[in-house]
């Protein structure tokens, strides 16, 4: 347990340092009119703090940074959420402004500020991999050998893909490959639409239609996405302009990582509610045990279908960060509600 002393003497370091990037000293820590000890106290106290894992020493100086442990103990005890000045909150209002705006844009959108307001990396989960149902399904006629699938999911987002019809293949038939689909893939989330095409719908189509085969292949070529995970990331460069990331060998394993999107969005996935922290080596690949990862959900009514977050160094300004998360994904869910 620590001592009230040593609490505010770890917030003194840990605030320092998030916005110095250099180690911090007793003597640096004295001059702040909180502190009224001497620097002969705070450097015992500092040295407790080192000895329990909160701070650790660097090779170049005689400062101290915070560790890990640090961090985590900062974030989960002392951190206050800071307000956001009226100019971020009315550069993210004025974002949802636009009526308008199809769903990905919205996303697109939402990562771009939100990297710009931190110079942090963003990354946003859109909603395929949650889940995400299929509502309904039409096919437009486009001409005789070509059609358009249209995709409408239970969170309302809509998909347009054009896929072949068969030369031989008659209006009806095409009506009553509609209706099999229809009443077979209603509710069945888009994940698994391969699974449920061939288990189920291959074989009907055989006993209702001709050309079952070929209608079968063209159809499945445009209801299954091979690349369902849909991660759209701002600010990728700002990486590079944190101190933390000067090796440039660090920066393309870390990049490697963030562009591998399904194990990306297996990490930003969760059920939990609220604003998530990863830090340092909580973080289950290599090239982000320097980095934090801050993630935080949206939702359509009460269902969760996407997540926002922020890649940084584990040296990051959470009590704004934590702010402007929650500020996003509330604008988000109120936006998204809107519309269905």
């Known amino acids: 347990m620590l001592t009230n002393r040593q609490l505010l003497i770890l917030q003194v370091i840990i605030d320092d340092f998030i916005l110095t990037a250099q180690p911090v000293g007793s003597r640096s820590i004295a001059k702040k009119e909180a502190v009224t000890f001497s620097s002969a106290t705070i450097r015992n106290e500092m040295a407790d703090l080192e000895e329990m894992g909160f701070i650790e020493k660097t090779h170049s100086s005689s400062g101290r940074v915070p560790s890990e442990k640090g961090y985590r103990f900062y974030v989960d005890h002392l951190l206050s959420p800071l307000r956001l000045s009226s100019q971020e909150i009315l550069t993210i209002r004025d974002a949802f402004d636009d009526k308008m705006m199809e769903f990905e844009r919205v996303v697109q959108k939402s990562a771009g500020i939100l990297s710009d307001l931190t110079n942090y990396t963003s990354i946003i989960l859109g909603p395929e991999v949650f889940e995400t149902k299929l509502k309904q399904l039409q096919i437009v006629p486009l001409s005789e050998q070509s059609a358009i699938a249209i995709l409408v999911t239970d969170t309302g987002h809509v998909e347009h893909r054009a896929f072949n019809v068969p030369v031989e293949m008659k209006g009806a038939d095409l009506e009553k490959m509609v209706n099999i689909l229809n009443s077979r893939l209603q509710g069945v989330p888009l994940v ?44 990728k460069t700002n990486i590079l302009m944190q101190p933390e990331f000067r090796d440039l060998d660090k920066v393309r394993s870390l990049y490697a990582t963030i562009e591998q999107e399904s194990e990306m969005a297996d990490l930003l996935r969760t059920d939990q509610k609220g604003i998530q922290v990863r830090i340092g080596q909580e973080n289950p690949f290599d090239a982000m045990q320097n980095c934090s990862l801050i993630t935080a959900s949206y939702h359509l009514g009460n269902d969760q279908v996407g997540t926002i977050a922020l890649l940084g160094p584990t040296r990051m300004e959470y009590n704004r960060m934590f702010s402007l998360m929650n500020v996003l994904s509330r604008h988000m869910t109120d936006t998204f509600r809107g519309w269905y």
């Open 192 to 235: 698994k639409l391969h699974e449920k095409l061939y288990s189920e719908i291959h074989e009907l189509l055989k006993t209702h239609t001709d050309q079952h085969e070929e209608a079968f292949q063209y159809l499945h070529a445009a209801l299954v996405d091979d690349h369902p995970t849909k991660l759209y990331i701002g600010g």
